[in-house]
């Protein structure tokens, strides 16, 4: 009998429905392979570079992680170069060390929040910064006002140098809105024309109009500007080093004890219990007049790729190294003229909750009023000194404001700490000080040099005496009067190299004494160690420091001048902080109470001749007399 056959529709055996389950879950298994694996335990970018990736299996895309990157495991180089290695922990700022403050030299500055707080750019609501977590909301940056329009308020001012308060500025004309016009300064002595600086501020550029006319005028509402803002009003050819300079003595006068010398008004901000409070720092700095290049925009010629990289423009001069800036104010923003008529074609008014103006013009225009100062009442506080002839018009805020102790101790520190040096402090006599021999007696001579620089950039020395005193320097090493000698270049404001600029201020901010021709770029000299007796308040810097205090142990700066000319900017600045200065005509030196008339001589050509020999002898003669035995 033929054996008997199932067919279609008989039931499965058991073999065929073994099968039939194996089958299928070798299917499933293989199809959704990554996420079998991750069931196991097996994260499937680790299988990204294996043999699975080269037969096609494993290369799903496994997104990015929390901090924004690729997983470990599937980065390459190129994502390692451009994204960095840093480890992320969440709620800290990536890649810097807690307690560090700034990253090193060539590196962006980053300042880390507190562990316990959120992290943030700024530093809260205090300074109204923008930050992740904290800081200013768009609907806070919105302010309707309706008919109760912010009133100025004069908190400061010296002729050039004013600090006000709730300045409204629409369609790039400045308002101040008052029922009291008395109770604010003249608007010639805060600002000037854009134009021409040597006249007023024209009537589209500054204004006082009184609370009935402001919504008229302004409207009813606006954006605002938070926290301080440093308005810089001269044009590009006006910039000089000093002019971060003088903001940041202005800005000191928030926190001295009494706004006027001789006055009861107090208008530091007092915390609950009584004491001081922290002064907020500057959030931005804009130059209205001055563009960011000044070298002009060249389009490409006819025919040439749209894709060419464009030549390079050259920035404008504003006084300080780009570096210089980040290093010692790194919070605070740098607007040109492009960025600030970004603003003005809003068509909108903004109000400033704070601003530091800085002009020159109005300064020159007020010189006489300087010392005797304003007031709202106006008073006259004080009667002019004699001897202001000659000061730069920067000086203003030094002689007319008060300011409290240690002023410029923040700027130079936040630069030291960008340039990794420790805090150096001259004293005469402390016991394992940076000037005694308990500090192994290291003095450091700076000559800031301009033999290298293109012709006309500005005075430098004959060329014998270059050589002579460069020798001279080297001598005064091999024989162990001083520890370093450095020979920088003379510009330090523009055109130098990142790491350049580094070394020339490591220089400058370790160095005992910094000579050389005179000019500019002597004006880092401000940042050298200050004497450890400036720890008192003073009214003004006109008041020359005593003999006593001159022979101290305080940095040195040396200036070589043409007989016959001589400027005080260099002096003025050094001399403020409590530092020593000599001038020089060839052999013929002058310091004190008996320096030279003013004369500036407008040759940029000059060649300087001064004597290595007599400039030796005071070196030797200055580290005598600071070395403690």
């Known amino acids: 009998m033929p054996p008997h056959h199932k067919g279609w529709l008989y039931p499965p055996t058991r073999r065929e429905i073994t099968l039939v389950l194996f089958s299928l879950t070798v299917f499933i298994l293989s199809y959704n392979l990554e996420a079998s694996l991750q069931l196991v335990g097996v994260r499937p970018a680790k299988l990204s570079g294996s043999y699975l990736s080269a037969i096609g299996l494993g290369g799903q895309d496994p997104g990015y992680?929390?901090?924004?990157?690729?997983?470990?495991e599937w980065r390459d180089e190129l994502e390692n170069m451009i994204a960095g290695e840093w480890e992320w922990e969440e709620g800290k700022a990536a890649g810097v060390a807690t307690t560090s403050s700034v990253g090193p030299v060539g590196t962006a500055a980053i300042y880390n929040?507190?562990?316990?707080?959120?992290?943030?750019?700024?530093?809260?609501r205090e300074d109204r910064g923008i930050g992740l977590t904290k800081g200013v909301s768009p609907r806070?940056?919105?302010?309707?006002?309706?008919?109760?329009?912010?009133?100025?308020?004069?908190?400061?001012?010296?002729?050039?140098?004013?600090?006000?308060?709730?300045?409204?500025?629409?369609?790039?004309?400045?308002?101040?809105?008052?029922?009291?016009?008395?109770?604010l300064p003249s608007l010639e002595y805060i600002a000037s024309s854009s134009i021409n600086s040597a006249y007023p501020p024209r009537e589209h550029e500054w204004g006082i109009i009184n609370t009935a006319d402001a919504a008229d005028k302004i409207g009813t509402f606006g954006g605002r500007v938070f926290g301080t803002t440093w308005l810089a009003l001269d044009r590009a050819e006006s910039q000089d080093p000093y002019t971060l300079f003088s903001l940041v003595r202005t800005h000191s006068t928030l926190a001295a004890p009494t706004l006027f010398p001789g006055s009861s008004?107090?208008?530091?901000?007092?915390?609950?219990?009584?004491?001081?409070?922290?002064?907020?720092?500057?959030?931005?700095?804009?130059?209205?007049?001055?563009?960011?290049?000044?070298?002009?925009?060249?389009?490409?010629?006819?025919?040439?790729?749209?894709?060419t990289h464009p030549d390079p423009r050259e920035k404008s001069y504003i006084g300080m190294h780009p570096l210089m800036q980040k290093a010692a104010l790194p919070t605070v923003g740098i607007w040109?003229?492009?960025?600030?008529?970004?603003?003005?074609?809003?068509?909108?008014?903004?109000?400033?909750?704070?601003?530091?103006?800085?002009?020159?013009?109005?300064?020159?225009?007020?010189?006489?009023?300087?010392?005797?100062?304003?007031?709202?009442?106006?008073?006259?506080?004080?009667?002019r000194a004699e001897g202001d002839d000659g000061k730069?018009?920067?000086?203003?805020?030094?002689?007319?404001?008060?300011?409290?102790?240690?002023?410029?101790?923040?700027?130079?520190?936040?630069?030291?700490?960008?340039?990794?040096?420790?805090?150096?402090?001259?004293?005469?006599?402390?016991?394992?000080?940076?000037?005694?021999?308990?500090?192994?007696?290291?003095?450091?001579?700076?000559?800031v040099s301009m033999q290298d620089e293109p012709a006309g950039a500005g005075p430098r020395l004959n060329s014998e005496d270059h050589a002579a005193l460069v020798a001279?320097?080297?001598?005064?090493?091999?024989?162990?009067?001083?520890?370093?000698?450095?020979?920088?270049?003379?510009?330090?404001?523009?055109?130098m190299h990142g790491w350049e600029w580094a070394d020339r201020m490591s220089a400058i901010a370790r160095s005992s004494i910094v000579l050389g021709p005179y000019g500019y770029h002597l004006a880092d000299s401000v940042f050298m160690a200050p004497p450890a007796w400036q720890s008192r308040d003073v009214a003004a810097a006109s008041s020359v420091v005593s003999e006593e205090q001159e022979q101290s142990a305080a940095p040195l700066l040396m200036e070589f001048f043409p007989p016959g000319t001589f400027v005080r900017d260099q002096e003025f600045a050094v001399r403020s902080l409590g530092m020593r200065y000599i001038a020089w005509w060839n052999e013929r030196k002058f310091s004190g109470n008996t320096l030279p008339p003013v004369f500036q001589a407008t040759d940029l050509y000059q060649r300087v001749p001064v004597s290595a020999d007599a400039v030796m002898q005071v070196i030797r003669d200055e580290i005598a007399h600071r070395t403690v035995p």
């Open 113 to 124: 929040a507190d562990a316990s707080k959120s992290p943030t750019f700024g530093t809260g």
């Open 472 to 495: 001279g320097l080297r001598s005064l090493q091999r024989d162990g009067v001083v520890s370093e000698v450095h020979i920088v270049k003379g510009n330090g404001s523009a055109g």
């Open 265 to 307: 008004t107090d208008v530091s901000t007092q915390s609950k219990n009584g004491s001081l409070a922290q002064v907020q720092a500057p959030l931005r700095l804009i130059f209205p007049n001055v563009p960011t290049f000044s070298s002009p925009h060249i389009p490409l010629l006819p025919g040439v790729d749209p894709k």
């Open 65 to 72: 992680d929390r901090d924004g990157r690729r997983p470990k």
């Open 336 to 383: 040109y003229t492009e960025d600030w008529l970004d603003l003005v074609d809003m068509n909108a008014p903004w109000i400033f909750d704070r601003v530091i103006i800085a002009d020159r013009g109005a300064a020159e225009r007020g010189r006489n009023l300087w010392v005797r100062g304003w007031s709202p009442a106006g008073d006259d506080l004080a009667e």
């Open 140 to 183: 806070e940056q919105l302010v309707r006002w309706e008919t109760k329009v912010p009133v100025a308020h004069a908190i400061a001012h010296v002729p050039g140098y004013t600090i006000l308060d709730n300045v409204i500025m629409a369609n790039g004309t400045f308002y101040l809105i008052t029922d009291d016009p008395s109770s």
């Open 392 to 447: 730069p018009s920067w000086a203003a805020p030094f002689v007319g404001l008060r300011m409290k102790s240690g002023w410029w101790a923040p700027v130079r520190k936040s630069l030291l700490s960008y340039l990794r040096l420790p805090e150096l402090q001259g004293t005469a006599s402390s016991k394992g000080s940076f000037w005694s021999k308990s500090a192994t007696s290291k003095h450091v001579v700076t000559y």
